[in-house]
Each structure stands twice: as structure tokens, then as C-alpha cells.
């Protein structure tokens, strides 16, 4: 494409900016500083990576902003980088913002030296300009932006510094279509073989695409895409692979390394020296407070206690914050289904309104405060830097079992949702680390599982151990997805664990706009959830447990109604298998309800028992009909948490586990060790404490 083309496409009408950069950058932040409300995420054509857009308005113009995948580069070794990189290439944004982390500028620029390689205009907004300023490093914007040859706008998001400026900055750019002003050079040796690949490649009309330059240096990096692109257009693609090949031994054996290092040295030392430049230290440089923190919660001693510490206050503050309006969504529910009962004529639309809707949909609404607390309590780690020391600390551990801490990270997003997490092992770099994190995700506990616990923990211990039952059905699910990793790498995916290196990003002082609005994305998806996928399950389940009716020569003193129904035969079908856990046929209903979405086990507790019980379908209803229930006791809710810790995720999650794996067989794989380990635990605890004496 010519530049004439180009800068038809960034008219007064629409100008499409590709906003990039490396995790914990603060991407994110800039981006919604950028388009505010006006965004809707998707997925990329073909592949599950999300993809988030937003439109902004300036002057007569739409600039609409697609935020691609955190990235650390170009390279193609993960779907995140093939998936930015191509969007690149094949979709020409007018202009790429490049958002760089002020405080660990050497790291970060390392993406934008491959922006400048294939020659699109580029913005970099250099973001936390006062976590810079903090470290003692004074940044000379200036001299930096003339050294890289690309405008720079220094900005501070997390409170909207620098946000304009960067707009009208990536808007004229991008209008005027202005590509980098500097070439990255990489020394004789290297830029002779470039140069002589590149004149062969460049009138290559299959290639026109592309920048010649570029895709001589992806060869010589031996880029498995490009080298696929140029086997499959270039006539004699084949001859030209085989001559990059001599050229590449040519070079390990004139540099003593292969290109792909020799050509990553260059980057860092053309970052370097614009660095060492346009950058200097304070004398009186400030205390490192992040390496400070990090001599206390990453240390090898303490480190693991203090994160479990955390994790425990996180579950405590959850329980006892959220009570107090859970009671008042609580109430209103039950004020509502009274209201309504006492309007409305008896009949299937009344029980259908009362104990179906309001009593399963309400019973699961009313768990939203914990939902919250609990998502803002994640938001909270993962914004202040805490996040990746986790996975830090816990990676000595994680060798134990076969893996390493940068898995911990998807496992710990799995504390929130399990799609996510699943979703997440895309950034591991081994297809078995990647399959291992995958099976063993859904035994960290999501937030779906959470109305469960609190509703059985609530009506079986006292306030002051409910919060710690809970931190403990946790802890469970942490200690059972290790051993299970260790057991998946030492038969079915059994190979040696790739090396890693964890970025330990400096700490930061969350901003309340960013937590809230992290709290507020995911708890909507809570929400939206129940209005959807689970009114539609609670309305399935209502109908299920309303019929077929008890016969007309039913005995009154025969099985109750509910014994008649769809619902009733499934439970009683499932009995046997319930039964050595102390669980009853009702539960077992439930059980299989949840497959839908884990809060539908709360909604189909309480219409089963207030249809049986002519309950109001409210949680202290259902609270007190467990309690009533001679089959519950501590020690059965205790085998039911952990039957719901284990046993399969929901439907979505398994869709997305079938997707990125790729394979029905890890699909089968977890869907068949969950419910037999469920089974197995649930017994163990039960019969367990029944032999102590518990029962």
C-alpha cells in the first residue's frame, strides 16, 4: 500500500488508531481515558482473543480506537503477538499508539522499535510519567522523541494527564500519515545480509503488502509465519528460504550467536543509547519503595504466609461487608414475592412469578455485594502490582508440581471467572504448561461459586468461622489444582518445563475510577448473567419441579408433589450416587441445574424448597429450610462446598476450555477427573467426619 492509499483512509469522517503496549503499561487505563463509555468487546475473526474497541469524537472526526492484545513484542511465539501483529499488517491502522511505561522505559521500548521496523506512523504515549519522576528519572521527552523518530506525549492516565494532547497528537498524525523518521540499524555485519535479502524481496508483487525491510529481518529471525508467507507467494520462495538458512549459520558463526539474539542485542542497544541520552538519574534519587515492598512479601520466607494472609482477610472482608446489604436486597426480594403473592390470583403464572422468577433470580441477585467486594478485592491486587508477586512467590512451589508461577497467574484470575482464566494460559509459551493451567483453572473457586458458600456456610456455622469455611473451601481448590498438576505432568502431558522470566512490575497506588471501574465490568457480567442465563435456567428448573402433577389418587400420605415431577425423577435417579457423600436427591437437582451457571444452584435450592415448603422463595427462607432438613449438618454443607468446588464449571467455561484447547479429548479429559474427584473428596470429608464423630 502507497502512502497516497493511506492517508485516504484516515479521513475528516474516521481515523483508526491501534493502541498497543506490554502488560501492566497502563494499556488499559489510557484507553478508557481515551473513549470513556463509548466501547463494546468482542472477540478477534477466528481466534478467542477479546477484542475491545471504543469511539471518540474530535472536532468533525470519529476516532475509533481497537486496543490490541498486551504484548512484550512482534515476535510470533504467542496468539496475543500474532494476533497484534496481523491486525497491523493486514488491517493498516492510520496511526499506533504505543503505550510505554515512563518507569521501565528500556523494557517497554523494545515493542516500539518493532512498531518502527514495519514503518507504521507511530504515537508512544509515555504513560506514568510520575512513577518516573518518582524513581529519581528525569526524561527529556524532547531529545527522546528526535532520537526514535516518533512523537512522544508524556501522560499520567490513572488521573487524565497528557490524554488530550495525546489525541490531537495521534489524530494529526495519523492524518497525515507520518511513518517513523529513524530506522532502527543493527551493524555491518547483520544490516549487509538485511540489505541483500530486502533487494530480492522487493518487487515481490505478492509481498507489496509489506515492507521488504521487515520481512528480511523476520526471516533472518526465522519467523515461522513469514517464512510460510514467503514459501507459499514468492515464486521462488523456496531458493530464497534456503539462502536466509547459509545466511543465518553464516552469521552464528561469524557472531557466536544465532540472528534472532544478535538482532534482540541490537534493539536493546539502540534503546539503550537513546536512553542513556535523553534520560538521567537524581543523586538524590528517591526510595525504590517497590524493591522495598518486594524484600518483605516476595521474600522466601514470608512470602507465602503473607499472600495467604491476604487471600484470607480478602475472604473475611467479603462475608462480613457484604452481609449487611446482602439483608437488604434480601428483604426487598421477599417484600416483592409477598406483594405479588397476595395480588395475584393462585395459580401456574403466580407460582411461576413468586417461585420461579423472583425465588431464583432473586435468590442469586441478592449475593451481588459479595460479588462486588469480592472483584473489587482482585482489582485491587491486580492494579496495585501485587498480582505478579503472587505468582513470584509461589513459583518455587509451582515447580514442585510441574509448572512454574506465571501459570499461578490464570489460576488466580480463576478466583473471579474461569472463562478468563482459561483464556489467560494463552501468554504461556508451552502447549503442555498451557493444557496443565487450562484442566486445573476450574478447581480455582469463581465468583459463581461464592452465593453457594455463603448461603451454606451461613446457615450452618456461626458468623465468626463462616468467613474462614470459606477461605478454607478456597484454600481446597489451590492445594487440589497443584496436586492435579502435578498428576496431568506426570502422565499426560509429561515433558520438561520451559524457562520463564516474571516482570515484577513496580507498585502503584490503585486509582479509584480504574478499581471501580474493573469492579463494576466484571460484576456487571454477574448481573447481566442472572437476567439472562440464569432467569432462563430458573424458569426451565420452575417447570421441571411444577410437573407432571401427583396423580389424582395420589395418598396424602405418599411422597410430596415434588416427588411427581421431571425434577424429581432426575434427583431420585441420582440418589444412589449422593447418598455416601449425605447429599439427598434435592441437591442433586441442583447439582445438575449448576452445570448451566454455578448460581443457579442457590435459585433451584430455593425453588425446590419453597415449593415443597410454600416458602416465599427468600434466602432466609431457604436458610431455614436446609436447617429443618434432618439430611443437612455442617458436615454434609462442608461435602456439598466441596462437590460445588470440584466438580465440572459451567458451560461456558467448558465451550472456552474445548476452544482453546483445541481438543475434544481435554475436554472429555476434565470434564470426567472433576466429577470423579468430587465425588471421591465429597466422600472422603463425609465418611471422613462421620468416622471422627462430626456427623
Not at 539502540?270 to 538524590?284: E, K, L, M, V
Not at 471467572?417 to 486445573?440: G, H, K, N
Not at 479429559?669 to 472433576?674: K, P
Amino acid at each position: 500500500m502507497t502512502q497516497t492509499q493511506q492517508v485516504t483512509t484516515a479521513t475528516e469522517a474516521n481515523v483508526v488508531v491501534a493502541l498497543a503496549g506490554n502488560p501492566n503499561s497502563g494499556k488499559t487505563t489510557v484507553f478508557n481515558a481515551i473513549t470513556g463509555a463509548r466501547q463494546h468487546v468482542g472477540n478477534y475473526p477466528g481466534v478467542t482473543v477479546e477484542k475491545k474497541e471504543g469511539q471518540r469524537r474530535v472536532g468533525d472526526a470519529t476516532v475509533h480506537v481497537v486496543d490490541l492484545p498486551g504484548t512484550y513484542s512482534l515476535t510470533a511465539y504467542s496468539l496475543e503477538e500474532v494476533v497484534a501483529r496481523n491486525f497491523v499488517i493486514e488491517e493498516r491502522p492510520d496511526v499506533v499508539v504505543d503505550v510505554v511505561d515512563a518507569s521501565n522505559l528500556e523494557r517497554n521500548l523494545y515493542l516500539t522499535t518493532q512498531f518502527i521496523e514495519l514503518g507504521v506512523p507511530v504515537v508512544i504515549a509515555l504513560n506514568m510519567m510520575d512513577a518516573a519522576e518518582a524513581r529519581g528519572r528525569d526524561i527529556d521527552v524532547e531529545l527522546l522523541s528526535e532520537l526514535l523518530g516518533v512523537p512522544i506525549v508524556p501522560t499520567v492516565a490513572s488521573r487524565g494527564e497528557g490524554i488530550e494532547d495525546l489525541v490531537a497528537v495521534m489524530v494529526e498524525t495519523a492524518r497525515a500519515y507520518r511513518a517513523p523518521a529513524r530506522e532502527v540499524r543493527y551493524g555491518r555485519e547483520l544490516e549487509e545480509h538485511i540489505q541483500e535479502i530486502t533487494q530480492s524481496l522487493e518487487h515481490e508483487e505478492a509481498l507489496a503488502a509489506l515492507p521488504a525491510r521487515w520481512v528480511a529481518i523476520k526471516l533472518l529471525e526465522d519467523d515461522d509465519e513469514v517464512r510460510d508467507l514467503v514459501s507459499e507467494r514468492v515464486d521462488d520462495g523456496g531458493d530464497l528460504l534456503r539462502r536466509v538458512e547459509r545466511t543465518r549459520a553464516h552469521l552464528e558463526a561469524v557472531i557466536g550467536d544465532d540472528a534472532e539474539m544478535a538482532l534482540a542485542d541490537r534493539r536493546y542497544g539502540f534503546i539503550n543509547g537513546a536512553c542513556a541520552q535523553a534520560t538521567t538519574t537524581s543523586r538524590a534519587q528517591r526510595i525504590d519503595w517497590s524493591e522495598a515492598i518486594d524484600n518483605v512479601v516476595t521474600h522466601r520466607v514470608l512470602g507465602i504466609p503473607i499472600f495467604l494472609a491476604l487471600m484470607w482477610g480478602m475472604f473475611e472482608m467479603v462475608f462480613r461487608l457484604g452481609a449487611p446489604p446482602m439483608g437488604w436486597l434480601e428483604s426487598a426480594f421477599g417484600w416483592l414475592a409477598a406483594h405479588l403473592a397476595a395480588w395475584m390470583p393462585d395459580g401456574p403464572l403466580e407460582s411461576l412469578l413468586v417461585d420461579g422468577i423472583i425465588g431464583g433470580v432473586g435468590g442469586v441477585l441478592i449475593f451481588v455485594p459479595q460479588i462486588l467486594l469480592l472483584f473489587l478485592a482482585i482489582s485491587l491486587l491486580e492494579d496495585s502490582g501485587y498480582m505478579s508477586r503472587a505468582a513470584f512467590v509461589v513459583d518455587r512451589v509451582m515447580h514442585y508440581v510441574g509448572l512454574h508461577g506465571k501459570s499461578f497467574i490464570p489460576m488466580l484470575i480463576g478466583f473471579g471467572c474461569t472463562v478468563p482464566a482459561i483464556m489467560a494460559t494463552r501468554t504461556l509459551e508451552s502447549r503442555r504448561d498451557r493444557l496443565t493451567t487450562m484442566l486445573v483453572a476450574p478447581l480455582m473457586s469463581c465468583g459463581a461459586r461464592l452465593p453457594v458458600y455463603v448461603l451454606l456456610a451461613g446457615a450452618f456455622f456461626p458468623p465468626h468461622l463462616a468467613g474462614k469455611v470459606i477461605f478454607g473451601i478456597y484454600l481446597l481448590g489451590v492445594l487440589l489444582a497443584a496436586l492435579m498438576a502435578r498428576v496431568f505432568r506426570s502422565t499426560l502431558l509429561k515433558g520438561p518445563m520451559a524457562p520463564f522470566v516474571m516482570e515484577l512490575p513496580p507498585y502503584r497506588m490503585p486509582t479509584l475510577a480504574g478499581t471501580l471501574l474493573h469492579m463494576w465490568e466484571r460484576g456487571w457480567c454477574y448481573v447481566r448473567k442472572a437476567g439472562t442465563v440464569i432467569l432462563a435456567a430458573s424458569v426451565v428448573m420452575w417447570a421441571l419441579l411444577s410437573w407432571p402433577k401427583p396423580p389424582v389418587d395420589a395418598p396424602p400420605d405418599g411422597p410430596p408433589a415434588i416427588a411427581y415431577t421431571a425434577a424429581g425423577h432426575i434427583g431420585r435417579a441420582l440418589e444412589p450416587v449422593l447418598d455416601p457423600l449425605g447429599l439427598n436427591w434435592k441437591v442433586g437437582i441442583s447439582l445438575v441445574a449448576g452445570l448451566a451457571a454455578k448460581e443457579v444452584v442457590v435459585a433451584t435450592l430455593a425453588t425446590t424448597y419453597s415449593l415443597e415448603e410454600s416458602a416465599e422463595g427468600s434466602t432466609a427462607a431457604l436458610t431455614e429450610a436446609l436447617r429443618a432438613d434432618p439430611t443437612f449438618s455442617p458436615l454434609v454443607a462442608l461435602a456439598l462446598m466441596a462437590f460445588i468446588l470440584i466438580y465440572p464449571p459451567c458451560i461456558a467455561a467448558m465451550a472456552v476450555l474445548w476452544r482453546e484447547s483445541g481438543s475434544t479429548k481435554c475436554l472429555a479429559v476434565a470434564v470426567g477427573y472433576t466429577t470423579s474427584l468430587a465425588w471421591v473428596v465429597s466422600f472422603i470429608i463425609y465418611q471422613g467426619g462421620r468416622l471422627l464423630g462430626w456427623g
